[in-house]
């Protein structure tokens, strides 16, 4: 019963400072009666030798781990959801914290929860660890002084040092990610500059309006005090692990819409479709002087599929999202109907106030977080990309020249190994660009 199973309070953090703070934090909460700190320290993946630590108690113990295929999706299948099952099972455990390694994504690891099947485990049924344990608060930590820098750039993991050369992901996806995800944050700002420390402020107002933050000088003076302030004023209905719906409205949290020291909110929405070619050549405004954007996209070429976006400092990826309702059949409507429950529902109703008699639901709208961009000059290159008039009466008339259209979205690849990371898409296809 949803009662019975364990909480799961999750840290995450960027390597330097934050990485430190979740450390602080998991020793603070550990010091709690009956909480258990699991961490697996991913630094020797090249190497395929995983080492989790467990404190209880105030005991501590080391496993290594050995795993053929050392991956953080291995990692995720092999040890630590299985250990959560086991964990929950146990009387004297009435908390867990996981304290993840940076290379972890701490939305990648709620999803696992939630989804991944969990089997071989002695004396529980086969299935996910989320029916032995629920999130019950994601707290991410950051370093004010160079955060922002962090989310508006394109290092990758591997330039940095913290991944091999086959890890894509860049800092700017684990910064931006990190905070987007968090129930609640903890800020140090002590060294940081003034003027970017504000910048800072009115990026995670608007990236995590609900978020509650704690600013605190650095990772030393973090006390009990503070965590307990900052975890009672997390919502009542925060996001707690759930997947974000590609489908649900984009403005999350009544953000800041006005402009606050250069930070803004750009709101794109039209119910005209892209040209696949001039919305790649657009697609650089999107990827300079801008923390992050998400949203979907109807694509000329694509009129059935609804085309996620979403970048995050200098890289973007973009993917598909399922189909438009107007392209789907009767019979899948009415399964949707019948099994897709309460979003499902929403999307449906979302759908009809917007609903077009010729294109029904499609419609592209994108909400961009810009720094240091001129959000005049992304509307009109977003609005360049849009088809013309005599484009659109193709796409009305004659659809079977528009799908000869070339179209640089339309080779969508999936990464391997990757099938647990976090992804809105319903079929986990992506494609990479970086400025």
Request: glycine residues 8%; negative net charge.
């Amino acid at each position: 019963m949803p009662s019975q199973r364990k909480p799961v309070l999750v840290l995450a953090g960027l390597p330097g400072r934050a990485a430190d703070g979740v450390e602080r934090a998991a020793r603070l909460l550990g010091a709690e009666p009956g909480t258990v700190v699991v961490r697996h320290d991913l630094s020797e993946l090249r190497q395929g030798v995983v080492r989790r630590t467990v404190r209880i108690g105030g005991r501590e113990s080391v496993t290594v781990l050995e795993l053929a295929h050392g991956c953080v999706s291995c990692t995720l299948r092999a040890d630590l959801l299985p250990y959560l099952c086991l964990l929950a099972e146990r009387d004297s455990v009435r908390r867990i914290v996981l304290a993840l390694d940076p290379a972890f994504e701490a939305e990648a690891v709620c999803q696992a929860i939630t989804d991944v099947v969990v089997t071989g485990v002695v004396g529980r049924v086969d299935g996910p660890a989320g029916r032995s344990v629920r999130i019950d608060t994601v707290l991410t930590c950051l370093d004010a002084r160079d955060w922002l820098a962090d989310a508006t750039g394109d290092e990758t993991l591997a330039e940095r040092g913290h991944a091999t050369a086959e890890d894509e992901r860049t800092i700017a996806q684990l910064a931006v990610g990190q905070v987007e995800f968090a129930d609640a944050l903890v800020a140090f700002d002590g060294g940081a500059d003034l003027v970017e420390r504000e910048r800072t402020a009115a990026v995670l107002a608007r990236l995590a309006p609900r978020a509650p933050v704690a600013w605190i000088a650095g990772p030393g003076a973090l006390g009990a005090d503070d965590l307990t302030w900052l975890l009672r004023r997390v919502p009542a209905d925060a996001r707690r692990g759930a997947a974000f719906d590609p489908h649900a409205p984009l403005l999350r949290g009544e953000p800041p819409l006005d402009s606050d020291c250069g930070v803004t909110l750009v709101e794109f929405a039209t119910d005209r479709p892209f040209h696949p070619e001039r919305l790649h050549s657009a697609i650089d405004v999107l990827l300079d002087g801008v923390v992050s954007a998400r949203g979907r996209v109807w694509l000329a070429t694509q009129p059935d599929q609804v085309v996620w976006l979403e970048s995050a400092g200098g890289g973007l990826r973009v993917g598909g999202a399922g189909k438009w309702l107007a392209a789907m059949t009767s019979r899948e409507l009415a399964e949707a109907d019948e099994h897709g429950g309460r979003r499902w529902h929403e999307r449906r109703a979302l759908a009809w106030l917007r609903w077009h008699e010729e294109f029904g639901d499609r419609h592209t709208s994108l909400v961009i977080l810009a720094t240091d961009a001129d959000a005049d000059e992304i509307r009109h290159a977003l609005h360049w990309a849009l088809v013309d008039e005599d484009e659109f009466r193709q796409v009305r008339f004659a659809p079977e020249r528009v799908a000869q259209w070339p179209d640089p979205f339309g080779d969508q690849h999936e990464e391997p190994c990757d099938d647990t990371r976090s992804a809105p898409a319903d079929n986990g296809a992506t494609r990479n660009y970086e400025r």
